[in-house]
């Protein structure tokens, strides 16, 4: 039995079929038999949407409530998603980044996560639910509510993976298919299923706009395997 956390984009759960759909290859993963941790993104454009409102209102808005602001999005989808699992007989719950323990410092809008103490987290699947972690957000020392720059949950995924020592963090994109570059340049792009970390660490420092750079860097620094799929490829989405 592994544990797989899984990473689930803003498209990915755009609407509420998708979150559905999203709770549906949750379920089937651990029916297969694995233990799984979710980290999802905010719905569909909530994030730029939230954005554009803060505009509406201030040309300068504080850092400090634009995080809290921002954070909204994906407490959202967590939300939804652990009720979307419960409705198909399998026990979740859901957690915001700072129940989940993620611990970063204080640069508003684009933390590091500095520590993750997912002691809920853990305390959830040894009971035998799936845990839904809200991407994208921590805690600063003061408590605060932080984001960790656009695209930030692939972070939250891969931090969480490693503090859990999980067996594999896959990240399923947001778009149609992976390939060995933009087909749209280079026309004899082939698409892939899957990436290793050595592919993705080597696409990434070339530039490739797979994945937040960070979790790049963190899934090398603690070793997380990780997997980029393609939601394409993954069947039920
Ligand atoms: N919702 C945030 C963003 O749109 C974080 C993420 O999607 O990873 O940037
Ligand atoms: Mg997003």
Redesign the pocket.
């Known amino acids: 039995m592994a544990l797989v956390v899984q990473k689930y984009?803003?498209s990915s759960v755009s609407d509420v079929e998708a979150i559905r759909r999203v709770a549906r290859r949750v379920v089937a993963t651990r029916k297969a038999g694995n233990t799984v941790v979710v980290v999802v993104?905010?719905m569909g454009d909530?994030?730029?949407d939230l954005l554009d409102m803060a505009d509406a209102i201030s040309a300068r808005p504080p850092a400090r409530e634009m995080d809290i602001l921002?954070s909204a999005?994906?407490r959202i989808s967590m939300a939804l998603l652990a009720m979307a699992i419960g409705e198909l007989g399998v026990p979740a719950r859901a957690y915001t980044g700072a129940q989940a323990g993620v611990l970063t410092d204080s640069k508003y809008g684009r933390a590091s996560i500095v520590g993750v103490i997912p002691e809920r987290v853990a305390r959830a699947i040894q009971m035998g639910a799936v845990a839904v972690v809200a991407?994208?957000q921590g805690i600063n020392e003061v408590e605060d509510v932080t984001?960790?720059?656009?695209?930030?949950?692939?972070?939250?995924a891969v931090a969480l993976a490693a503090a859990l020592n999980a067996d594999v963090c896959e990240i399923y994109t947001d778009v149609d298919g992976l390939f060995t570059a933009d087909p749209r340049i280079v026309p004899t792009a082939r698409r892939i299923e899957a990436l290793s970390s050595e592919e993705t660490l080597e696409m990434a420092a070339n530039g490739a706009k797979i994945l937040?750079l960070r979790a790049v860097e963190y899934a090398r620094r603690f070793g997380v395997p990780l997997h980029v799929r393609s939601s394409f490829f993954a069947g039920l989405l």
């Open positions: 984009g803003g993104s905010a909530t994030t730029d921002l999005g994906e991407g994208f984001t960790l720059g656009r695209g930030g949950s692939d972070t939250t937040h």
